[in-house]
């Protein structure tokens, strides 16, 4: 079982940066995919953005294009979300998730980071 373990969230102002981290505890970690998703209070979970694990492809929500950077560790098992300027609406929980299988149904999830952005 492969657990997933986000972390790098917390309170800033509009306009400044976080960068958040996901790590996979497995060693053995090739997956197809992995993603950033979030979810706000009221609104269903939403995708963010993704990282092809072995050809570096990536994709981006168009809320998020040109401010945020999906990258992977050069060692290990770690993504990276790099968010600048950052507004009120990237408020949410952002979760990291894992296809294994190039599905896009993601099979491991983490817990969660909370990223609040105030006005």
């Known amino acids: 079982q492969v657990q997933l373990v986000e972390s790098g969230g917390g309170l800033v102002q509009a306009g400044d940066s976080l960068r958040l981290s996901c790590t996979a505890s497995?060693?053995?970690?090739?997956?197809?995919?992995m993603a950033w998703f979030r979810q706000s209070p009221g609104k269903e979970r939403e995708f963010v953005s993704a990282?092809?694990?072995?050809?570096?492809?990536?994709r981006y929500a168009d809320s998020v294009k040109g401010r945020f950077t999906i990258s992977r560790a050069r060692a290990g098992n770690t993504i990276y979300l790099e968010m600048n300027s950052l507004k009120p609406e990237d408020t949410a929980i952002y979760y990291c998730?894992?296809?294994?299988?190039?599905?896009?149904?993601?099979?491991?999830w983490g817990q969660g980071t909370q990223v609040t952005v105030s006005s």
């Open positions: 497995s060693r053995k970690f090739t997956p197809y995919t």
């Open positions: 990282f092809t694990w072995a050809g570096g492809n990536t």
């Open positions: 998730a894992a296809d294994m299988l190039g599905t896009r149904n993601y099979d491991y």
